[in-house]
């Protein structure tokens, strides 16, 4: 069964390097996502991605971050310049559309993102 | 974005069918009703969605109320992989929007 594919499965940074986190969509997916999760928090949004451009983004999701999918197959997420409040799981999905127009989203495995 | 609200937890017996409930009386008539769970340590993963009606899968049943302010996520026969925090999820355009997670249930199941 195709899934999404998430590297790397664990990543430490100092406080104010630069991170990019790798995804590998299911192939003939259509909509990309980034989410995070704080330890013992909720799944929060921080952007979707569409027709090869941001088509939603959350608060969270500020001018640190952007999101690129360089080569037809991998989706990234960069942090600038990390703060330790990054420290989170970061989530890649993606969705192909159903019938009816709806769409399920299929999440990769994580990425820990520890920030020092 | 309309709300749901879901127990914080639940317990439940394994081979035993559970019954998880949410409420969500702001729902629009547009909105999808969409049920995640994320098993430990792991992603979310899609369980469910339905508009109106009742729906069936492979791996769960969606009864929605006829004035859709509810719905319950009914797993038939709990299985101890199916312990995880379930989500109900509410989506104005079938799910291609980004989800808003709320804080879920967290389902145990006891051998």
């Known amino acids: 069964e195709p899934e999404v594919t998430q590297t790397p499965s664990h990543q430490v940074t100092q406080m104010g390097q630069e991170v990019i986190l790798r995804c590998v969509p299911i192939s003939n997916h259509l909509y990309f996502y980034w989410y995070r999760q704080i330890l013992g928090q909720k799944v929060e949004f921080l952007v979707s991605?569409?027709?090869?451009?941001?088509?939603?983004k959350s608060e969270i999701f500020d001018d640190q971050f952007s999101v690129e999918r360089p080569d037809g197959s991998n989706f990234t997420l960069k942090i600038r310049s990390t703060k330790l409040e990054d420290s989170a799981m970061y989530f890649c999905a993606s969705s192909a559309r159903l019938a009816g127009g709806l769409v399920e989203q299929f999440f990769g495995p994580g990425t820990r993102l520890t920030v020092l | 974005d309309a709300k749901t609200t879901q127990p914080n937890s639940m317990e439940s017996n394994e081979e035993e069918p559970v019954h998880l409930p949410c409420n969500h009386s702001?729902?629009?008539?547009?909105?999808?009703i969409h049920w995640y769970r994320q098993l430990p340590s792991q992603g979310p993963e899609y369980v469910i969605h339905?508009?109106?009606s009742n729906v069936n899968n492979r791996m769960a049943s969606l009864a929605i109320a006829e004035d859709r302010k509810s719905s319950t996520l009914i797993l038939h026969r709990a299985t101890l992989r199916d312990a995880a925090v379930y989500y109900c999820i509410l989506s104005p355009r079938g799910g291609a929007d980004g989800l808003t997670f709320g804080k879920g249930t967290h389902l145990i199941i006891q051998p």
């Open positions: 702001t729902i629009s008539g547009t909105d999808y």
């Open positions: 339905g508009l109106t």
């Open positions: 991605f569409y027709n090869n451009e941001i088509s939603e």
